[in-house]
């Protein structure tokens, strides 16, 4: 994810700077807890999320389906990543670049780039490149997302053995867009495929049960939200053509 003009390795490395900050991490829970940073913005922060929206549009509606969704089941990846609590890592204090991470993972793999200016007020913006939707050539899909809130630190929330430097009060949209490939007429087959992952593992990509099952994990971490929330069934995967949701964090 990029987010503003943060550089392109920006996320990669980020990942490998945090080690000369994780090296001293101990257990307090199901998650890590690190040194105190030399910086006083990197650290733990309070991150509830209080409101989630679904929404997505299928091929041959003209207006989008929507509903709400329980704040405690963000789909992915937003909610493997602002986790409560959640960690702001900041790679460049100068430019304002950070990133928030999942604090309750040993080793992240995911993150938002995040642009903290003077110290408290918070900005994301960014796209991904196209993509192969389910290794398909020919069709792609892309997400969008942005974002803008506050720091506060005054406020302080002891979880386990750790204390916040404040909490984060946010407002993120996320959303994903489903596209045929030029000169291709549709992403039914590759649709129609997902479908058939989050009803049958063993209809998933992957040459193991165990990278088949971890496939299903994540589109389920996706899409079941959607499913659950009935405003969209197996049958009309290959209709979808964007979905995403907003969520408030107070």
């Known amino acids: 994810m990029r987010a503003l003009d943060l550089p392109s390795y920006f996320v990669t490395a980020v990942l490998a700077v945090l080690m000369s900050w994780m090296v001293a991490g101990c257990k307090f829970g199901n998650s890590v807890q690190y040194a105190e940073s030399p910086d006083q913005?990197?650290?733990?922060?309070e991150m509830r999320p209080q409101s989630v929206r679904l929404f997505l549009q299928l091929d041959g509606e003209t207006g989008a389906r929507e509903g709400q969704h329980p704040p405690s089941q963000i789909p992915?990846?937003?909610g493997a990543i602002t986790t409560n609590p959640?960690?702001?890592?900041?790679?460049?204090l100068k430019q304002g670049y950070g990133l928030l991470i999942s604090a309750l993972v040993s080793n992240p793999t995911d993150g938002l780039p995040i642009a903290v200016q003077n110290n408290t007020r918070l900005v994301t913006d960014g796209q991904s490149n196209l993509l192969l939707a389910w290794n398909?050539?020919?069709?792609t899909?892309?997400?969008?997302f942005s974002g803008t809130g506050s720091i506060d630190p005054s406020i302080h929330t002891t979880f386990s053995s750790i204390t916040t430097r404040g909490r984060i009060q946010m407002d993120l949209n996320f959303?994903?867009?489903?596209?045929?490939?030029?000169g291709a007429t549709s992403c039914d087959a590759s649709l129609t495929a997902m479908a058939q992952c989050l009803q049958n593992v063993n209809a998933c990509l992957g040459e193991s049960a165990d990278e088949r099952q971890q496939v299903q994990e994540v589109q389920r971490l996706r899409y079941q939200p959607f499913l659950d929330a009935h405003l969209l069934t197996f049958e009309?995967?290959?209709?979808?053509?964007g979905f995403g949701f907003d969520v408030?964090?107070?």
């Open 41 to 45: 913005l990197t650290g733990y922060y």
């Open 76 to 78: 992915y990846p937003i």
């Open 86 to 92: 959640v960690i702001l890592y900041m790679q460049d």
């Open 136 to 139: 398909d050539p020919a069709c």
């Open 141 to 144: 899909r892309q997400y969008f």
């Open 175 to 182: 959303y994903y867009t489903i596209t045929p490939q030029e």
């Open 236 to 241: 009309e995967f290959p209709r979808l053509r």
């Open 248 to 250: 408030s964090y107070e």
